[in-house]
């Protein structure tokens, strides 16, 4: 089992991602914590394999927690989640070594393929032994040559496309069920293809809030 740190200043949202987490087989959730003092103590003291790791925290900076780990004896790996999207953010992230960047809010799919990307590396580093080749160090690092990630099982190019031109024509977000309505696909189908399109970079979850209950999920052509 892969064992997770997720790291949010607010209790809801640690708890939503921790429960994202919990369902990707292979996964677990060792600690939940809300500051970056308290992110190190937990690493320290729950070895974790993966940080999830917010960027605002109330008493020090998430880029700071993430250099800070860089010290630690015990090795761990980190995945940005975070509202910045600001260049230097992202960039300051990847000089800290962090696996992955991913921008709230996203969806449930979303972080899923994070996480099993970050589990076929590490099946694929620990099953080929002491040295690499340039082509898999490519893959690793994601310099390959190629284009998106494939589309999930049971999902065709063709239809993709129809979604993603009813979603860019729009000129303005849609929700799941007004996607299917568009393009003629059940809402499930729908919202199974924005998921694919917002992991993929295409387009962005945007939460609509009501008067009560949860948020509508809307989504918006970003190209």
């Known amino acids: 089992m892969i064992r997770v740190l997720v790291v949010d200043d607010d209790f809801m949202v640690a708890r939503i991602h921790s429960g994202y987490v919990a369902r990707v087989p292979g996964f677990t959730v060792v600690n939940a914590a809300h500051t970056g003092r308290a992110a190190v103590a937990s690493v ?18 998430g880029l700071e927690v993430l250099m800070t780990l860089r010290g630690v004896s015990h090795p761990v790996d980190v995945l940005v989640i975070t509202a910045a999207r600001d260049v230097a953010t992202v960039r300051a992230a990847m000089r800290g070594g962090a696996v992955n960047y991913l921008i709230k809010p996203f969806t449930a799919g979303a972080l899923t393929e994070r996480l099993e990307q970050y589990a076929d590396t590490r099946r694929q580093l620990a099953a080929i032994g002491s040295t690499v080749g340039q082509d898999q160090v490519d893959r690793f690092f994601g310099t390959a040559k190629g284009g998106p990630p494939p589309l999930p099982k049971g999902l065709s190019s063709t239809t993709c496309g129809l979604v993603a031109d009813a979603l860019r024509e729009t000129g303005t977000d849609l929700s799941a069920a007004e996607a299917a309505a568009l393009t003629g696909l059940s809402r499930v189908s729908a919202r199974r293809y924005l998921e694919y399109l917002c992991a993929t970079g295409q387009a962005e979850l945007r939460p609509r809030y009501g008067t009560a209950g949860r948020p509508e999920h809307r989504y918006r052509w970003t190209g």
């Open 44 to 61: 320290a003291e729950h070895r974790p394999d993966l940080v999830l790791l917010d960027i605002y925290l109330p008493d020090m900076s």
